[in-house]
């Protein structure tokens, strides 16, 4: 994890949907976050408190109200400034290969065509799917499906890596196994990952930090360092009191 902050900063986000006439309810108030470079983020809390509403106002696909967000000094003012966007439905295209899928992530990259290839075809072997570079979506498994859309965010090359719950629609084994592949390939691309998720565990194995936001209208609540050594054993006595105390603020 690099030690440079302000990579990415949130200032005073503040976000409400409707109409200033019909306005609904405050759904993000007052967001001030500080992320480095390469630091792998999660972002916890209940049902409604806005992860997802502020995952995309970093994405550049919602604007926010108020506030302002930056990258590397510069406002994001809409998609397509080095963030890379996964999203828990995958949302690949049934009629393209895993090869398909992932050269349209990188279409506007000015490189060959042959070089394209190269590079999507190293991508599926960096998330374990280079054997499976011909089949179609319906030809494979829901993890392998969501793999191929981790390699297509990162055909991009994005500096960052924005996760909207990845992994929540898949079950608990496979869930495992792409935490520690995600981690892998975090590892291995040096990548700023934001990381939306319900679940404690997950953040957890995750994450340099976690940030619980609280619900009506969301705020930052709580801002955990997570420093425990990796890889991250669930059973280790340090690992369940970080889970306890983020338990006792997500209660609270």
């Known amino acids: 994890m690099s030690t440079d902050a302000g990579f990415i900063e949130l200032n005073d986000i503040n976000m409400r949907f409707g109409l200033p006439a019909e306005a609904l309810p405050v759904v993000l108030q007052g967001i001030d976050l500080s ?18 509403t502020l995952l995309n106002i970093v994405a550049g696909l919602v604007e926010a109200t108020t506030g302002t967000v930056t990258i590397a000094g510069n406002q994001v003012r809409g998609p ?13 295209f049934p009629w393209l290969t895993a090869m398909g899928n992932v050269e349209f992530g990188c279409r506007k990259a000015d490189i060959s065509k042959s070089e394209k290839r190269e590079v999507c075809r190293q991508l599926l ?33 994005p500096e960052i890596l924005l996760m909207d719950e990845p992994f929540g629609a898949l079950d608990e084994l496979t ?7 995600l981690l ?14 319900h679940s404690i565990t997950e953040a957890l194995i995750l994450s340099d930090r976690v940030i619980l936001l609280s619900p009506h209208p969301g705020r930052v ?5 997570i420093t425990l050594p990796r890889p991250r054993i669930r059973t280790d006595p340090a690992f369940n009191a970080m889970y306890q105390e983020i338990w006792e603020g997500l209660s609270a």
């Open 35 to 52: 992320i480095a470079q390469n630091e792998f983020v999660s972002i916890v809390g209940r049902s409604g408190c806005g992860k997802t």
């Open 184 to 197: 892998r390939v975090w590892d291995a691309r040096k990548k700023t990952v934001i990381f939306v998720t």
């Open 80 to 92: 397509g400034q080095g963030q890379g966007v996964v999203f828990q439905q995958h949302a690949l």
């Open 175 to 181: 869930r495992i196994e792409l935490q520690q592949e």
């Open 221 to 225: 609540f709580k801002d955990y360092q």
């Open 125 to 157: 072997d960096l998330v374990g799917l280079s054997h499976a570079a011909d089949k179609y979506p319906r030809e494979l498994s829901g993890g392998m499906q969501q793999r191929v859309a981790i390699a297509r965010a990162l055909a991009l090359d």
